[in-house]
């Protein structure tokens, strides 16, 4: 019997990259054309982050708490746990998350999107396009079908990094709470890709990564000042 440590993240893996894929076409062909009402949800969170105000980020935070719910249930539950047995736990820990962001963003009102002037927001503009524009087209890029497309709203990786793009936006101490799943999710994603030898697997890695050290270093800007 072979030891344990003889084995890696690969070894683990209980499903073919070409299962994995599927699953966002199936999970795309069962709800479309609901991925069009999506989409306008993430530009409306552009347009309201552009805005500013206080009431425009309670219904940022509305919309992202909504989209993290759905896809708690709709991808994770319904279709990703019939091939990941940890995706039952993924399910709970976005349901918790959409939880927070109406309690904090909606009830609490911190997710007002500060001036796009200061380099945090602006870098959070940046990966909030990302989220909504380029993650969308990179598995077609890649030679993937444009029915595995994985959209804002309705598949966590672009719904993971809007929200971190929106949090960099709000640019305040009092969202710190929001981060940890949005960042734990785009490291489990960036292992599950690199599992399956994906070449895009480092994007969501290096996302959450840079994420946080805006966050951080601007953080210890302010208190230096």
Do not use: K
Not at 144 to 158: C, I, K, L, N, Y
Not at 187 to 206: C, K, Q, R, Y
């Amino acid at each position: 019997m072979s030891e344990w440590w003889s084995y890696s993240l690969r070894d683990l893996l209980l499903f073919s990259p070409q299962t994995y894929y599927r699953l966002f076409e199936l999970h795309n062909l069962a709800w479309w054309p609901l991925h069009i009402m999506a989409l306008a949800f993430g530009v409306a969170v552009l347009a309201l982050g552009w805005r500013g105000g206080d009431r425009a980020g309670r219904a940022i935070a509305a919309i992202l708490a909504l989209s993290w719910l759905w896809v708690a249930w709709g991808f994770h539950w319904q279709r990703y746990a019939s091939i990941n047995l940890a995706a039952g736990y993924f399910a709970w820990a976005f349901a918790a998350q959409g939880l927070l962001l109406f309690w904090l963003g909606v009830v609490r009102g911190r997710l007002t999107p500060a001036s796009v002037s200061s380099m945090q927001s602006r870098f959070g503009l940046g990966l909030l396009l990302f989220a909504l524009g380029l993650v969308p087209v990179m598995g077609p890029l890649l030679g993937r079908s444009w029915t595995q497309a994985e959209v804002f709203g309705m598949a966590p990786d672009p719904t993971a990094l809007a929200t971190l793009g929106v949090l960099l936006l709000a640019n305040g101490r009092r969202t710190y709470a929001l981060y940890p799943i949005p960042v734990a999710w785009c490291l489990i994603s960036g292992a599950t890709l690199w599992a399956m030898e994906a070449p895009d697997f480092a994007i969501m890695p290096i996302a959450a990564l840079l994420a946080v050290s805006v966050t951080v270093g601007h953080a210890f800007m302010r208190r230096a000042t």
